[in-house]
């Protein structure tokens, strides 16, 4: 069983930058991928960023490549989602996610894919 807590949501300007935190309480956290999804009011949630086990591979939706940088640290148990250059089409809920496979894109989209879930941290972005 992985537990996931999100932390770091906000409100926040245009063009303003915020860094979310999702800490995992699993032992064996380097055997899983991390995803972040987001669902902005009244639409269906989506895809944002996966990194891989040990880091060295990272998926982008086309919407947040440039802007947002995933990470994680295997010490800390823990992924990152640095967003910069924020959007009011930013606003959502942020959830992280797990899964111990990794794919091709699009496969790394699909929530199916992800087995375990955080409660979200809320991301509001002001014009």
């Known amino acids: 069983q992985v537990q996931l807590l999100e932390s770091g949501g906000g409100l926040v300007q245009t063009g303003g930058s915020l860094r979310l935190s999702c800490a995992a309480s699993v032992v064996t956290f380097a055997s899983y991928t991390m995803g972040w999804f987001r669902q902005p009011p009244g639409k269906e949630r989506e895809f944002v960023a996966a990194?891989?086990?040990?880091?060295?591979?990272?998926i982008y939706a086309d919407s947040v490549k440039g802007r947002f940088t995933i990470s994680r640290d295997n010490a800390k148990s823990t992924v990152y989602l640095q967003m910069n250059s924020l959007k009011p089409e930013d606003t959502a809920g942020y959830y992280c996610?797990?899964?111990?496979?990794?794919?091709?894109?699009?496969?790394?989209?699909?929530?199916?894919?992800?087995?375990?879930w955080g409660q979200g941290t809320q991301v509001t972005v002001s014009s």
């Open positions: 996610a797990a899964t111990n496979r990794w794919d091709t894109i699009p496969t790394m989209f699909r929530q199916y894919l992800y087995s375990y």
């Open positions: 990194i891989n086990g040990r880091g060295s591979s990272t």
